[in-house]
């Protein structure tokens, strides 16, 4: 498996940024999918994660409204749009995914994830 995302840069505030994460090697429509960030000088963070199907969602509680998680599973993608980006939201932002056929919500802890992107840089400008 692998994965592919891009999409970062520089925004200002209150700007807009939309994540892509191209995912191979593997099947795709049967596994949960996260984003997760990390900040300089921090851990890594859960931002959001979507089931298989795309019918169940999940975010970190404080960018609930201003981030929304997608997939295209007839392209093996997944999205990450950011609103409202604030200077907070400056990180590298990591894709990931789950095995093949977890069964009940996406997972938000980065221990249950199998497989990772190389990161993209967002930097959201004051």
């Known amino acids: 498996v692998q994965l592919q995302a891009s999409g970062g840069g520089l925004v200002q505030a209150g700007g807009s940024l939309r994540l892509s994460c191209a995912f191979s090697g593997g099947t795709f429509s049967d596994r949960n999918m996260a984003w997760f960030r990390q900040a300089p000088g921090k851990g890594r963070t859960f931002v959001a994660a979507?089931?298989?199907?795309?019918?169940?969602?999940v975010y970190a509680d404080s960018l609930k409204g201003r981030f929304t998680i997608s997939r295209d599973n007839a392209n093996h993608m997944v999205y990450l749009q950011m609103d409202s980006a604030q200077p907070e939201d400056t990180a590298v932002y990591y894709c990931?995914?789950?095995?093949?056929?977890?069964?009940?919500?996406?997972?938000?802890?980065?221990?249950?994830?199998?497989?990772w992107g190389q990161g993209t840089q967002v930097t959201v400008s004051s």
């Open positions: 979507i089931k298989w199907s795309g019918q169940n969602t």
């Open positions: 990931a995914a789950d095995r093949a056929g977890r069964t009940g919500s996406p997972s938000t802890l980065a221990s249950t994830y199998n497989y």
